[in-house]
């Protein structure tokens, strides 16, 4: 299946009912063809909503919009009509986190009248829910803060690491959060004693990871190749050496997109090409093989069988792999 | 399906001190019929939309880099902004036709400057076009007197705009020019009141754009008329009167901030270098690596055209502290007359030693 959009394509999900698109006009695009037009402005950040059931949005309109098929509604907004920059859902807590400049605040799907709003001193530029939907993390210049979702009045523990950070995830056990960087590099800390750990020797920025194979593997965009970080033990990739598969030196892995269930992986590329493979099996195969816009959004589904990907150019499709 | 290059979005920097009069340039530009879509990045919150236009806030979020250089500072705050620019992207046209930061009247605009440069999906997606300072023509001497803020705005920029020209003397107006060179000789001066500038003097000026050092300011490594050094080439051909850089023409006899400039003790100042001979092409980059290395932090910008020998093409080349760009450009004309010049512009320069410096890399 594939679309054409007059607009920049900024984030593909999947949601209980299939592949979504969301768009640099507002508007929030189901595969079966129907949309909303939700946002005044872009859509900047993406999530599946915690039921499964569409997916939550935030724009430069400062607003939290949840759209499903038939109907979209305004769940939260920014304190001062700031831009949310980043958002992430928890569906085993129903908790929704975005940031808003040096904002970051929390959202009950359940609850209409729950919210948090806990202050950074420098902006923030990512945030990801622990596994159980307990933690934050939000990422943001020196490091990394973790609060915990539901406490009103807390001190954040602070994870410390000069220089820029542009994004978080958590690992699957919940023992790792590791951060992108501005300066093409990772870094990572084990929950239990903070030990930093350094993951570098990209040759530009990192902007995607993705946790497969019961969260054994890592893998970055950000390199040639998809880079495969070895999450086993409890010392995580500490002293151990990254490995890449894909390489291509004409092009640069610009998302990669995984399921941590399932031990497959998608990574869309600079040239507009989409491969799907399997880290423990042999050879890529190519969902989208010609080449165009770089590939600016992609998914897997949660059954590792479908990508979502769109293109700079407005081209979008969702394929088997 | 093909490769698409999309136009880089140009991006002016309007710089310049508390009350100079960027507020009512900024309104011009948002409010005159130009059939144009521009995105203004502003310091107060608030996101305004003016018909097709867009008011940002920014918060001057500076951070350094990690590669451990204290003059490699960037705006985290622009690198973010733009990002989200871009979102609003249609496929193949531009978001917007450009964006125009302003900085509030103490920022440094070297961190807007290098975010440009340094950051590769800024890069990738908008071009930096010019830095242009204003300053207040009635009490900017004062200003430069006790703000290094804002000598800096006036070193950093390609183009100055000297506003409120109707509250000073046409000798007040010169005084302040000389002065205004003497920190910046690279950046022409338009005056203007009440903000009245052309537009097209303000944006659309190609300040950052390699290929076009030249076009700018032909004359920026020669001094002004009348002052110790000026040399007459081609440029210098045209009638006096019709100057549009408004440059001093040193004919007013009245020279008591003269070439020397020992009325004031300015910490910032440009140095004018140039050579007749050809430079060998490894000495000068070594020597340019290392002068930059050395000393980026106080050398707020860097521009030149170099005659490397044995090479047919021009060696242009610009720097933002230690961050440098060059490249070899089109061909030497054939009238054109081959010759290097460079001009530093910075704090505690030491002139002496960098036109020694300069002149040991002839070939």
């Known amino acids: ?321 | 399906m093909t490769d698409t290059v999309a136009a880089k979005i140009p991006v002016t920097v309007l710089t310049g001190y508390l009350g100079a009069g960027k507020t009512t340039l900024l309104n011009r530009i948002l409010t005159e019929d130009h059939g144009k879509r521009y995105a203004v990045i502003v310091n107060e919150f608030g996101e305004i939309g003016i018909d097709n236009d867009l008011v940002v806030g920014a918060d001057e979020d500076v951070f350094e880099m990690n590669n451990g250089c204290v003059c490699c500072t960037v705006r985290g705050d622009l690198i973010r902004v733009v990002a989200g620019l871009m979102k609003r992207q249609r496929p193949g046209k531009p978001a917007f036709d450009a964006i125009i930061v302003e900085t509030t009247g103490l920022a440094d605009p070297g961190p807007v400057a290098q975010t440009f440069f340094v950051d590769e999906d800024v890069k990738a997606k908008t071009q930096l076009d010019s830095v242009t300072a204003l300053v207040d023509a009635k009490h900017v001497m004062a200003r430069l007197d006790d703000s290094k803020e804002a000598r800096e705005q006036v070193a950093f920029a390609d183009r100055i705009i000297l506003n409120k020209t109707d509250l000073a003397s046409e000798a007040e107006l010169i005084a302040v020019e000389q002065r205004l060179r003497k920190l910046n000789p690279l950046a022409p001066i338009t005056r203007a009141e009440r903000a009245n500038v052309p537009l097209d003097q303000v944006l659309g000026l190609g300040g950052f754009d390699l290929e076009r050092i030249l076009d700018i300011n032909p004359e920026f490594a020669n001094p002004a008329h009348g002052e110790v050094g000026h040399v007459h080439d081609e440029h210098c051909g045209h009638d006096h009167h019709d100057h549009d850089h408004g440059h001093d023409h040193g004919h007013d006899g009245d020279h008591h901030h003269g070439a020397r400039g020992h009325a004031h003790n300015d910490d910032i100042k440009g140095v004018s270098l140039s050579l007749d001979r050809p430079l060998n092409g490894v000495k000068f980059t070594n020597w340019l690596d290392r002068l930059l290395g050395e000393q980026g932090q106080n050398i707020l910008r860097a521009k030149g055209i170099i005659d490397v020998q044995g090479e047919d093409r021009r060696m242009v080349f610009q720097a933002v502290h230690m961050i440098l760009e060059g490249d070899l450009q089109r061909e030497w004309g054939a009238t054109e007359r081959r010759w290097s010049r460079a001009v530093f512009i910075g704090r505690d320069l030491d002139e002496a030693a960098l036109k020694a410096g300069f002149e040991a890399c002839a070939a």
């Open chain 1, 1 to 321: 299946m594939s679309f054409t959009f007059d607009a920049q394509i900024t984030a593909a999900l999947f949601d209980n009912s299939g592949a979504i698109f969301t768009l640099g006009d507002g508007s929030v695009r189901f595969e079966d063809g129907s949309y909303n037009a939700v946002h005044d402005g872009a859509i900047l950040c993406a999530a599946v909503h915690p039921s499964g059931d569409g997916v939550v949005t935030g724009g430069d309109d400062g607003r939290v919009i949840w759209s499903r098929k038939t109907e979209a509604g305004v769940l939260a907004t920014s304190v001062n009509g700031q831009w949310i920059d980043s958002i992430d859902a928890s569906p085993e807590s129903k908790l929704i986190a975005f940031s808003s400049g040096k904002t970051l605040s929390v959202i009950d799907a359940t609850d209409v009248y729950f919210r948090r709003d806990y202050a950074h001193e420098r902006t923030v530029s990512g945030v990801a829910f622990d596994p159980k939907g307990r933690r934050i993390a939000a990422s943001t210049y020196g490091g990394c803060a973790l609060w915990y979702a539901r406490i009103e009045k807390q001190k954040p523990t602070m994870l410390k690491w000069a220089g820029s950070h542009t994004g978080v995830a958590f690992s699957p056990d919940g023992n790792f959060v590791v951060t992108m960087m501005q300066d093409a590099q990772l870094h990572g800390w084990r929950l239990k004693d903070s030990k930093d750990m350094r993951m570098g020797g990209y040759p530009s920025k990192v902007r995607s990871v993705a946790f497969l194979s019961n969260g054994q593997l890592m893998a970055t965009s950000g390199a040639q190749g998809a880079v495969l970080w070895p999450f086993i033990g409890a010392n995580g990739p500490m002293g151990r050496e990254a490995t890449e598969i894909g390489y291509d030196e004409g092009s640069l892995v610009t998302l990669v997109a995984a399921r941590p269930k399932h031990g497959v992986l998608a990574a869309g590329l600079s040239d507009g090409r989409v491969w799907w493979a399997d880290p423990a099996g042999q050879g890529l195969n190519f969902v989208k093989a010609d080449r165009g816009a770089p590939i600016a959004a992609l998914a897997l589904s949660p059954d590792g069988r479908l990508v979502a990907w769109a293109d700079e150019d407005g081209n979008a499709g969702v394929v088997e792999a």
